[in-house]
């Protein structure tokens, strides 16, 4: 079946640009997280959606990040007056539930963010 | 604090030569740990899993291994092939409620003919 999906795949904005970025996960995933990867560096935990609870955003950097999960479905991650800092790879995960329970996460090909 | 360490950073070897991967953790309650293969450009692929009671899991060619008494595993890799080039990373998850996952940096391994 098809995997997690994320669009778009590059991105290319201009400093102080509001951008939007989709993950489509895995249909009948309850669980959906979005990460960040900067050049050579490991993933750094940005926000988590289980099914209808409260989303874990403890690891947004900044209140200019935030995302939404409508329908339990599709998510999107809403980054406003980027920064250069900001330019990184945002990976996007589902899974059927959550990793503590050995549920393994299905990760997007990302979306390659750079801020000029 | 929960955090998760691996070695080397980077590693080249030949093809067809055997290599090893560490992974020091220090999250607690422990609940699991997984190795991820990363190729360039994509997102990470598991390829382990383990939880307190196992001490290794193989896939294929990979193997890990599990010390919970030391807090310690490995990814052991045998007959390298060029394809094995990629990030390894290890990612230990903490029981209890709320996201408790962290990735470690990941080694970069370059395998050359």
């Known amino acids: 079946g098809a995997g997690v999906s994320q669009s778009p795949s590059n991105k290319v904005t201009e400093k102080g640009k509001d951008v939007e970025l989709r993950c489509d996960p895995i249909s009948g995933h309850t669980a959906l997280y979005w990460y960040r990867q900067s050049l050579g560096q490991g993933l750094e935990f940005l926000i988590y959606f289980q099914g209808n609870s409260a989303p874990d955003k403890s690891g947004l950097p900044s209140d200019r990040f935030s995302a939404e999960r409508t329908g339990g479905s599709v998510s999107t991650l809403t980054i406003q007056r980027t920064q250069q800092e900001d330019s990184a790879v945002y990976l996007c995960?589902?899974?059927?539930?959550?990793?503590?329970?050995?549920?393994?996460?299905?990760f997007g090909p990302g979306t390659r963010l750079t801020v000029t | 604090k929960n955090q998760v360490e691996q070695s080397p950073q980077s590693l080249i070897i030949l093809e067809g030569k055997n290599c090893t991967l560490q992974?020091?953790?220090?999250?607690?309650?422990?609940?699991?740990l997984r190795w991820y293969k990363q190729d360039t450009g994509r997102g990470p692929v598991s390829l382990t899993i383990m939880t307190f009671s196992e001490n290794t899991k193989s896939n294929g060619r990979y193997t890990a291994t599990l010390d919970a008494d030391t807090k310690q595993s490995s990814l052991h890799i045998t007959a390298s092939q060029l394809s094995d080039s990629a990030s390894y990373i290890c990612v230990v998850s903490a029981g209890g409620g709320g996201f408790k996952t962290i990735f470690g940096a990941g080694t970069r391994l370059f395998v050359k003919a």
């Open positions: 992974c020091n953790y220090t999250v607690s309650p422990f609940s699991n």
């Open positions: 995960a589902s899974s059927l539930g959550t990793p503590q329970n050995s549920y393994e996460q299905y």
